[in-house]
């Protein structure tokens, strides 16, 4: 019987040939000395630049890591692509990287080694967005069952697929692939489901990876405005959010991601989204969140003030800032 890999690292890819030869060219020499350990899948969505030859260069190397690469016949989306790679993984655990997440040198053995030390966890949290307050000084560590994580102010950010680490448990992965089709939050919805069989989530507080700027290509407010209100309903049908904690989660989702989208938005700055009007922006996210109170104070306001009122908002949440910095002084 051959014995299944620690962990499945996959990347899917598209059209970013330089950014995916940054990523392989820090993960993979990394690989090398756990190559029992861990599987790499790479799914190239059909690409018309050069990944095809990054891809390429990295198996001619011969390294001895196990290295499965697929491309796809036609460009299937972020949905599809995603689905490949879990249908393509063999793991104890499935940590989906994205080409843009670029690691540090020593993330890999710490991760093999937290896996094996902490083999009752179901999923681990890599605590690596904030870089302001990460240190490679010093790893922090802490276990929590589900009910208390999930009502914390940043557990919002398992949203971003590349934070979190799972058990790679297949049995359901057909059924949501079916309910969830074309739910942006695939991978998010596939972590919660792993935590059925475990609910420990260890969080891991170290700079593992620096994220390089990229152009959204799929429409960003679709994805927040009705994708994660289907995945927070079956957070609550799984008993993973109750009435407080999905106003915590959802809080921290609105008053972080939409908020900084929607500023992004009305700058004018919101490169590689999907075109909307500021009418049907107004309109979808109002359907979506108008009984929800940090969006009624945060992001509404935003939305509908005229443009010299936006301004002013921003100026005002400037001076704010920094008379709070100098009274802590």
């Known amino acids: 019987m051959i014995k299944k890999p620690l962990l499945s690292i996959v990347i899917p890819t598209f059209n970013r040939a330089a950014i995916l030869d940054l990523c392989l060219s820090r993960l993979i020499p990394q690989l090398v000395p756990f190559a029992d350990k ?8 059909f690409s018309t630049d050069n990944t095809q030859q990054v891809i390429t260069k990295y198996k001619n190397k011969n390294l001895g890591i196990k290295l499965i690469t697929h491309l796809q016949s036609e460009n299937t989306g ?34 093999i080694e937290l896996m094996e030390n902490k083999s009752e966890c179901g999923a681990f949290f890599l605590d690596s967005f904030d870089n302001k307050n990460c240190t ?92 994660i209100i289907q995945c927070v309903d079956y957070m609550v049908e799984n008993k993973l959010l109750d ?25 004018g700055k919101s490169i590689g989204f999907i075109n909307y009007s500021l009418n049907e922006l107004r309109v979808l996210l109002d359907d979506t969140y108008a009984l929800n109170e940090t969006y009624l104070k945060k992001v509404h306001p935003i939305l509908f003030a005229t443009y010299l009122g936006f301004y002013w908002i921003l100026i005002q949440r400037k001076l704010q800032k920094i008379l709070r910095r100098f009274s802590t002084k």
């Not at 861990?38 to 969505?45: A, G, P, Q, T, V």
């Not at 599809?80 to 499935?94: A, Q, V």
């Open 78 to 111: 972020y949905f599809g692509n995603f689905k490949t790679c879990k249908e393509l993984s063999n793991g104890e655990y499935f940590w989906l990287l994205s080409d843009n997440e670029h690691l540090n040198y020593d993330s890999v053995e710490i991760l």
């Open 136 to 227: 490679n000084d010093k790893i922090l560590i802490k276990a929590q069952f589900a009910d208390d994580f999930f009502n914390s102010e940043y557990a919002y950010t398992t949203t971003l697929i590349s934070s979190v680490i799972f058990r790679n448990k297949n049995l359901n992965d057909e059924l949501l692939f079916k309910r969830f089709k074309g739910n942006l939050f695939l991978g998010f919805i596939l972590f919660c489901s792993s935590l059925s069989e475990s609910d420990l989530i260890c969080s891991v507080r170290y700079s593992f990876f620096n994220s390089v700027p990229t152009n959204v290509t799929f429409d960003i407010f679709k994805a927040w405005a009705i994708d």
């Open 38 to 45: 861990i599987e790499l899948i790479i799914s190239d969505n």
């Open 243 to 267: 009435t407080n904690t999905k106003e915590v989660f959802m809080s921290g989702f609105i008053s972080t991601n939409v908020f900084g989208h929607v500023v992004l938005f009305r700058k």
